[in-house]
Protein backbone atom coordinates (compact mmCIF):
# COMPACT_ATOMS: atom_id res chain seq x y z
CA UNK A 1 0.00 0.00 0.00
CA UNK A 2 2.73 2.64 0.88
CA UNK A 3 4.41 1.21 -2.17
CA UNK A 4 1.08 2.29 -4.25
CA UNK A 5 0.72 5.82 -2.65
CA UNK A 6 4.60 6.66 -3.67
CA UNK A 7 3.92 5.82 -7.57
CA UNK A 8 0.57 7.52 -7.10
CA UNK A 9 2.58 10.73 -5.34
CA UNK A 10 5.34 9.96 -8.07
CA UNK A 11 2.80 10.14 -11.15
CA UNK A 12 0.84 13.28 -9.35
CA UNK A 13 4.56 15.29 -9.78
CA UNK A 14 4.97 14.35 -12.89
CA UNK A 15 1.51 15.43 -14.39
CA UNK A 16 1.62 18.46 -12.53
CA UNK A 17 5.15 19.40 -13.88
CA UNK A 18 3.87 18.31 -17.32
CA UNK A 19 0.66 21.04 -16.60
CA UNK A 20 3.00 23.48 -15.62
CA UNK A 21 5.14 23.10 -18.98
CA UNK A 22 1.72 22.70 -21.24
CA UNK A 23 0.88 26.29 -18.98
CA UNK A 24 4.42 28.00 -19.92
CA UNK A 25 4.07 27.18 -23.85
CA UNK A 26 0.88 29.69 -23.80
CA UNK A 27 1.65 33.02 -25.51
CA UNK A 28 -0.24 35.42 -27.13
CA UNK A 29 0.23 38.73 -29.58
CA UNK A 30 -2.34 40.83 -31.03
CA UNK A 31 -2.25 43.20 -34.04
CA UNK A 32 -3.70 46.40 -35.18
CA UNK A 33 -6.51 46.13 -38.39
CA UNK A 34 -5.90 49.27 -40.27
CA UNK A 35 -5.94 51.06 -43.82
CA UNK A 36 -5.36 53.96 -46.20
CA UNK A 37 -8.52 55.21 -47.90
CA UNK A 38 -6.76 56.79 -51.32
CA UNK A 39 -8.39 59.88 -52.79
CA UNK A 40 -10.44 58.88 -55.47
CA UNK A 41 -9.17 58.95 -59.35
CA UNK A 42 -11.40 61.51 -61.26
CA UNK A 43 -10.94 61.13 -65.21
CA UNK A 44 -12.15 63.78 -67.27
CA UNK A 45 -12.64 64.28 -71.10
CA UNK A 46 -10.84 67.18 -71.53
CA UNK A 47 -10.24 67.55 -75.34
CA UNK A 48 -11.96 65.64 -78.11
CA UNK A 49 -9.33 64.14 -81.10
CA UNK A 50 -9.87 66.93 -83.62
CA UNK A 51 -9.24 65.63 -87.43
CA UNK A 52 -10.46 69.18 -88.42
CA UNK A 53 -11.78 69.50 -92.15
CA UNK A 54 -10.50 66.66 -94.13
CA UNK A 55 -10.34 65.29 -97.78
CA UNK A 56 -11.75 62.19 -99.29
CA UNK A 57 -8.49 59.98 -100.30
CA UNK A 58 -5.68 61.24 -98.18
CA UNK A 59 -4.27 60.56 -94.74
CA UNK A 60 -4.55 62.39 -91.57
CA UNK A 61 -2.72 61.82 -88.56
CA UNK A 62 -2.75 63.84 -85.40
CA UNK A 63 0.22 63.27 -82.80
CA UNK A 64 0.08 63.56 -79.14
CA UNK A 65 2.03 66.92 -79.44
CA UNK A 66 -0.15 68.36 -81.95
CA UNK A 67 -3.12 70.88 -81.26
CA UNK A 68 -5.84 68.43 -82.41
CA UNK A 69 -4.95 65.95 -80.06
CA UNK A 70 -7.31 64.43 -77.21
CA UNK A 71 -6.45 64.87 -73.61
CA UNK A 72 -7.72 63.21 -70.66
CA UNK A 73 -6.97 65.17 -67.31
CA UNK A 74 -6.35 62.66 -64.00
CA UNK A 75 -6.15 63.53 -60.96
CA UNK A 76 -5.72 60.85 -57.79
CA UNK A 77 -3.64 60.31 -55.19
CA UNK A 78 0.02 62.57 -55.76
CA UNK A 79 2.88 60.19 -56.56
CA UNK A 80 0.51 57.07 -57.19
CA UNK A 81 1.19 54.29 -59.95
CA UNK A 82 -1.85 54.09 -61.90
CA UNK A 83 -2.65 51.80 -64.63
CA UNK A 84 -4.48 53.67 -68.33
CA UNK A 85 -7.09 51.34 -70.20
CA UNK A 86 -8.15 52.42 -73.63
CA UNK A 87 -11.26 51.30 -75.03
CA UNK A 88 -10.59 52.70 -78.65
CA UNK A 89 -12.93 52.74 -81.38
CA UNK A 90 -12.08 50.91 -85.06
CA UNK A 91 -13.53 53.78 -87.04
CA UNK A 92 -15.59 56.83 -87.15
CA UNK A 93 -19.27 56.31 -87.87
CA UNK A 94 -21.70 59.26 -89.53
CA UNK A 95 -23.43 59.92 -92.86
CA UNK A 96 -21.46 57.34 -95.32
CA UNK A 97 -19.23 54.53 -94.95
CA UNK A 98 -17.34 54.26 -91.41
CA UNK A 99 -13.69 55.77 -91.54
CA UNK A 100 -11.23 53.56 -90.24
CA UNK A 101 -8.89 54.74 -87.46
CA UNK A 102 -5.21 53.43 -87.06
CA UNK A 103 -1.72 54.07 -85.82
CA UNK A 104 -2.99 54.83 -81.97
CA UNK A 105 -0.57 56.79 -80.24
CA UNK A 106 -0.82 58.26 -76.65
CA UNK A 107 1.15 60.25 -74.18
CA UNK A 108 1.29 60.53 -70.54
CA UNK A 109 2.87 63.86 -69.18
CA UNK A 110 3.25 64.09 -65.00
CA UNK A 111 3.96 67.65 -64.35
CA UNK A 112 6.42 69.61 -66.35
CA UNK A 113 8.06 66.21 -67.34
CA UNK A 114 7.38 65.26 -71.04
CA UNK A 115 6.29 61.93 -71.43
CA UNK A 116 6.92 58.89 -73.74
CA UNK A 117 4.45 58.54 -76.47
CA UNK A 118 3.33 54.93 -76.69
CA UNK A 119 1.21 52.68 -78.77
CA UNK A 120 -1.85 51.77 -76.75
CA UNK A 121 -3.46 48.59 -77.32
CA UNK A 122 -7.41 48.31 -76.74
CA UNK A 123 -8.00 46.99 -73.07
CA UNK A 124 -4.55 46.59 -72.73
CA UNK A 125 -3.29 48.65 -69.06
CA UNK A 126 -0.14 50.52 -69.56
CA UNK A 127 1.44 51.60 -66.35
CA UNK A 128 2.27 55.16 -65.30
CA UNK A 129 1.95 57.65 -62.23
CA UNK A 130 0.30 60.53 -60.67
CA UNK A 131 2.79 63.01 -60.17
CA UNK A 132 3.50 65.11 -56.55
CA UNK A 133 0.18 66.84 -56.85
CA UNK A 134 -1.50 63.81 -57.98
CA UNK A 135 -2.38 65.04 -61.73
CA UNK A 136 -1.60 63.43 -64.86
CA UNK A 137 -2.02 64.47 -68.59
CA UNK A 138 -3.18 61.94 -71.23
CA UNK A 139 -2.78 63.01 -75.12
CA UNK A 140 -4.08 61.01 -77.79
CA UNK A 141 -3.55 60.53 -81.34
CA UNK A 142 -4.63 58.30 -84.23
CA UNK A 143 -4.85 58.34 -88.05
CA UNK A 144 -7.54 58.39 -90.70
CA UNK A 145 -8.15 57.98 -94.22
CA UNK A 146 -11.33 58.65 -95.83
CA UNK A 147 -12.13 57.01 -99.09
CA UNK A 148 -11.85 58.97 -102.41
CA UNK A 149 -15.69 58.95 -102.63
CA UNK A 150 -16.07 59.18 -98.95
CA UNK A 151 -19.80 61.10 -98.22
CA UNK A 152 -19.79 64.58 -96.46
CA UNK A 153 -20.79 64.84 -92.76
CA UNK A 154 -19.44 64.97 -89.09
CA UNK A 155 -18.22 61.37 -88.39
CA UNK A 156 -17.66 60.67 -84.45
CA UNK A 157 -16.51 57.95 -82.40
CA UNK A 158 -15.93 57.53 -78.83
CA UNK A 159 -13.03 56.80 -77.12
CA UNK A 160 -12.80 55.73 -73.35
CA UNK A 161 -10.24 55.91 -70.59
CA UNK A 162 -9.93 54.10 -67.61
CA UNK A 163 -7.63 54.80 -64.73
CA UNK A 164 -6.58 52.69 -61.45
CA UNK A 165 -4.21 52.60 -58.63
CA UNK A 166 -1.88 49.64 -58.90
Known amino acids: MRRLSMVSAGLAVVLSLGAATAQAQVNNASVNATANVLQPINVVG ?6 GSVLPGLTYAVATNDAGAGRFDVSGEASKNVNLT ?7 SGPGANIALSNW ?3 AISGPATGASYVPVDGVPQASALDGAGLLNVYVGAQITPATNQAAGA ?12
Open 46 to 51: AKNLDF
Open 155 to 166: YTAGITLTVDYF
Open 105 to 107: VAE
Open 86 to 92: FTLPASL
